[in-house]
């Protein structure tokens, strides 16, 4: 089994309805983190997480909302999406990156949401 | 400005070639820097780590140069399997990961 799991892989919607990407991880790590990646724009950070008390946003949160609701699970919800919200979504998680461990960061494999 | 920039490529090669890729980073204070390797559709999965005093696994160089504030990697003997986009990532003092855009690079017969 993966260590990071993404449902779904692959989602199409309709502009205006809510969707939720889930991210669950068996690493054990407190930081997770949502990316969106774009053609030609590499990843960029939406949200951001350290422990379960600690959420921050990234460079592009707007529209988008996240719960970590243990220390395992951190999901991004999209309230109404619209299309410029298509996109491939990873999720990701690491350890402190301090003499605890590197900061690597393991991926899911992405959901691919497209939005009609 | 952005906070780490790549030239996006694509680098075209023919294999055996040596290829270099540099990586630009503007937060002076970052801490660790990492190359990660992306295959098409696929999820970014760790190459290397960078070191200040360098670091080499097989055909793969990374280098840090902290005064200029960018990170390279060389690949010699380039192989066709090297093809994929290769992205820096760069970890600021705050504890925020931030990627390049990525390089592509094609690797051809």
């Known amino acids: 089994d993966a260590d990071v799991t993404q449902t779904p892989r692959n989602r199409i919607t309709k502009t205006g309805k809510r969707i939720m990407l889930e991210c669950s991880q068996t690493?054990?790590?407190?930081?997770m983190y949502w990316y969106r990646q774009d053609p030609g724009l590499g990843l960029q950070l939406i949200y951001y997480?350290?422990?379960?008390?600690?959420?921050n946003k990234g460079e592009i949160s707007d529209g988008y909302s996240v719960s970590r609701q243990a220390q395992a699970k951190f999901s991004l919800s999209l309230e109404s999406a619209i299309p410029n919200q298509t996109a491939l979504y990873f999720c990701a998680t690491s350890d402190s990156g301090s003499e605890r461990g590197t900061g690597e960061l393991f991926f899911g494999e992405g959901s691919r949401l497209t939005v009609l | 400005r952005k906070e780490v920039e790549q030239d996006p490529g694509p680098f075209n090669v023919p294999e055996g070639a040596t290829v270099a890729f540099n990586c630009t980073y503007s937060?002076?204070?970052?801490?660790?820097f990492f190359w990660y390797r992306q295959d098409c559709r696929k999820e970014p999965k760790l190459l290397m780590s960078?070191?200040?005093s360098g670091n080499e696994d097989g055909r793969f160089t990374a280098q840090l140069n902290r005064a200029s504030q960018y990170i390279s990697l060389l690949i010699r003997d380039s192989k066709l399997s090297d093809s994929a986009t290769y992205l820096c990532?760069?970890?600021?003092?705050?504890?925020?990961?931030?990627f390049g855009q990525g390089t592509t690079l094609q690797v051809k017969p």
């Open positions: 690493k054990g790590h407190d930081r």
């Open positions: 990532v760069v970890i600021t003092n705050t504890g925020k990961l931030i």
């Open positions: 960078v070191y200040s």
């Open positions: 997480s350290f422990d379960v008390k600690d959420i």
């Open positions: 937060n002076s204070a970052s801490q660790s």
